[in-house]
Every structure is written in C-alpha cells, then in structure tokens.
C-alpha cells in the first residue's frame, strides 16, 4: 500500500488561507460604509382624548359617602 504524499499540504493549505484572505478583503472593501451615522429624529404624535382636556377623579366604590 502507497504511502499518502503529504509534502504538499503546506503550500496547498497557506495558499488557500492567503486566497480566502485576500477575497475577503475585497468584499470588505466593495461594502459602503456610512461615514457618521445619526440618529433620526422621531416626531411623536400627540393624541387627543376627551379626559386630557379636563380634570378627572376616580372614586372608590369604598369611599363613596355612605347613606
């Protein structure tokens, strides 16, 4: 049975990791960066309801005057 000629693999396995390297690298700098993000300023809208117009109280059923 031969023997598996592994002189090889270190060029075989550098190259390989150098060429991926250098691909990525590219995408990287295709790939458009925003230079100074800023938050966007949300404009809340306000709602009117009836009871924000006038003053309004709440009674407890218990402290309701008792008759």
Same mark, same amino acid.
């Given at each position: 049975?031969? !023997? +598996?000629?592994?002189? $090889?693999? +270190? =060029?075989?396995?550098? %190259?390989?990791? *150098?060429?991926? *390297? &250098? &691909?990525?690298?590219? #995408?990287?700098?295709?790939? &458009?960066?925003?230079?100074?993000?800023?938050?966007?300023? =949300? #404009? %809340? +809208?306000?709602?009117? $309801?009836?009871?924000?117009?006038?003053?309004? #109280? &709440?009674?407890?059923?218990? %402290?309701?005057? !008792? +008759?």
């Amino acid at each position: 049975m031969p !023997q +598996l000629d592994t002189s $090889t693999w +270190l =060029v075989t396995i550098l %190259s390989m990791v *150098f060429t991926l *390297f &250098i &691909i990525m690298q590219l #995408k990287i700098s295709k790939h &458009i960066f925003h230079s100074n993000p800023e938050p966007l300023e =949300v #404009k %809340s +809208l306000k709602h009117l $309801t009836p009871w924000e117009t006038k003053w309004t #109280k &709440i009674y407890s059923p218990l %402290s309701l005057p !008792q +008759l």
